[in-house]
C-alpha cells in the first residue's frame, strides 16, 4: 500500500518567513495530493490541492509543487502569519481507489509574531 | 448545505460500555471515511465505504470496533466493549462521487475518553 512521509514534524518560524514542508510517496498510481490544516481543537480542512498532472499549483501565500518522479511534493507558505500556526498534514491518493488518502504524520507549524 | 455532521460531539463512558459514534453525510457524497487521531499515532485510517460498502476496514484496530453503512447519508462506527486506549478524537470525512472532486470533507469530530 501507500506510504507518505512527512518532514520536518516541528516547525518554528518568525512572522512573514516562509516555511516548507516537504512528504514523500511510495505507490507511482496515486495522483491526487491535498494538503490538510488543523488548528487547535479543529477538523482538517483542506488548503490547496494538487493533480498528477501538474507540476505547482498557487494560491496567493501557499503553494505546493510536486516532482512525480522522485515521488515528492512539497507545501510552500510565504510571508507567514501567526494565524498560519497550525498542524499541517499532507496526503496521496489515487482516484481509482475510491479516494482514499494516506496522510503523512503532520507538521505543527509555530509562527512567532 | 450544513457539512458533514457527527455526534455525539463529546463522549465520556466507562471502560467495557458499549460507545456508538454517528455521521451523517454530506448530500450528494458517496464516500465515507472514519479516522482516529491521537497524539502518539496521528491520523489513522479505521474503514472506508463506497457507495455503502466497505472497501478497506484493514485500520480497524481489533474486533472491538465495527462500523455500519446502512443507507447512503448515514454511518456508526461501534466500540464494544471500550476500554481507555480508545480514548482519541474520531473524525468522519465524505467524499463527492467520482468524476467530481477527491477532497474530504471532515466532520467535526467525536473526543471519546474512556476512564
Known amino acids: 500500500g501507500e506510504n507518505v512521509e512527512q518532514h520536518p514534524s516541528t516547525l518554528s518560524v518568525q512572522e512573514g518567513d516562509s516555511a516548507v514542508i516537504k512528504c514523500t510517496y511510495s505507490?507511482?498510481?496515486?495522483?491526487?495530493f491535498p494538503w490538510y490544516k488543523q488548528e487547535l481543537g479543529k477538523r482538517p480542512q483542506l488548503i490547496i490541492d494538487?493533480?498528477?498532472?501538474?507540476g505547482e499549483k498557487k494560491d496567493q501565500r501557499i503553494a505546493v509543487t510536486l516532482n512525480k518522479t522522485a515521488k515528492h511534493f512539497s507545501l510552500h507558505i510565504t510571508e507567514t502569519q501567526p494565524e498560519d500556526s497550525a498542524v499541517y498534514f499532507c496526503?496521496?491518493?489515487?482516484?481509482?481507489?475510491?479516494?482514499?488518502?494516506?496522510f503523512g504524520d503532520g507538521t505543527t507549524l509555530t509562527v512567532k509574531p | 448545505d450544513a457539512g458533514v455532521i457527527q455526534s455525539p460531539r463529546h463522549e465520556v463512558t466507562e471502560m467495557g460500555q458499549e460507545v456508538t459514534l454517528r455521521c451523517k453525510l454530506i448530500?450528494?457524497?458517496?464516500?465515507l471515511f472514519w479516522y482516529r487521531q491521537t497524539m502518539m499515532r496521528g491520523l489513522e485510517l479505521l474503514i472506508y465505504?463506497?457507495?455503502?460498502?466497505?472497501?478497506?476496514d484493514s485500520g480497524m484496530p481489533e474486533d472491538r470496533f465495527s462500523a455500519k453503512m446502512p443507507n447512503a447519508s448515514f454511518s456508526t462506527l461501534k466500540i464494544q466493549p471500550s476500554e481507555p486506549r480508545d480514548s482519541a478524537v474520531y473524525f468522519c470525512?465524505?467524499?463527492?462521487?467520482?468524476?467530481?472532486?477527491?477532497?474530504?470533507?471532515f466532520g467535526p469530530g467525536t473526543r471519546l475518553t474512556v476512564l
Open positions: 496526503a496521496a491518493s489515487n482516484r481509482a481507489n475510491a479516494g482514499k488518502s494516506t
Open positions: 465505504f463506497n457507495n455503502n460498502v466497505p472497501i478497506d
Open positions: 470525512a465524505s467524499r463527492p462521487r467520482s468524476g467530481g472532486p477527491n477532497e474530504q470533507f
Open positions: 494538487i493533480r498528477s498532472n501538474v
Open positions: 505507490d507511482s498510481a496515486s495522483n491526487y
Open positions: 448530500s450528494g457524497h458517496n464516500s
